[in-house]
């Protein structure tokens, strides 16, 4: 069992930036996906960027590429989603999730950004975007 813990949202100022982070307890990341989607009122749950714990490989929504960058702390079992040059549209609650992934299968981008394909999640944390 996985539990995951997200924080770092915020109120910030369009153009800013913030740090989420999430933090793993009852197993390592290791064999795991790790992933941030997020949710605004009245919107489906979407999908931002995900890492794999074991390779680093990365995936990122297209709203997302070039602004955003996930990375992970090995020593402290956490991800991390930088997130910089921030717009209002960016405002949403922030969700940490995971899921375990098998070397021998390939997986598309269909797979990585399906929520349902995910396990473990996190409360969220609210990110808000001033004009």
């Known amino acids: 069992q996985v539990q995951l813990v997200d924080t770092g949202g915020g109120l910030v100022q369009a153009g800013g930036s913030l ?5 793993a307890s009852g197993r390592t990341f290791s064999s795991y996906v790790v992933g941030w989607f997020r949710q605004a009122p ?14 680093g490989t990365t995936w990122y ?38 899921r375990i992934y098998s070397s021998f299968r390939i997986y598309t981008f269909a797979d ?14 609210q990110v808000t975007v001033s004009t």
């Open 112 to 125: 990585h950004s399906n929520p349902s394909n995910y396990d473990y999640w996190g409360q969220g944390t």
């Open 42 to 55: 009245g919107k489906e749950r979407e999908f931002v960027a995900n890492i794999n714990w074991s390779y």
């Open 19 to 23: 740090r989420l982070s999430c933090a």
């Open 61 to 98: 929504a297209n709203s997302a590429e070039g602004r955003f960058t996930i990375s992970r702390d090995n020593a402290k079992n956490t991800v991390y989603l930088q997130m910089n040059s921030l717009n209002p549209e960016d405002t949403a609650v922030y969700y940490c999730a995971a």
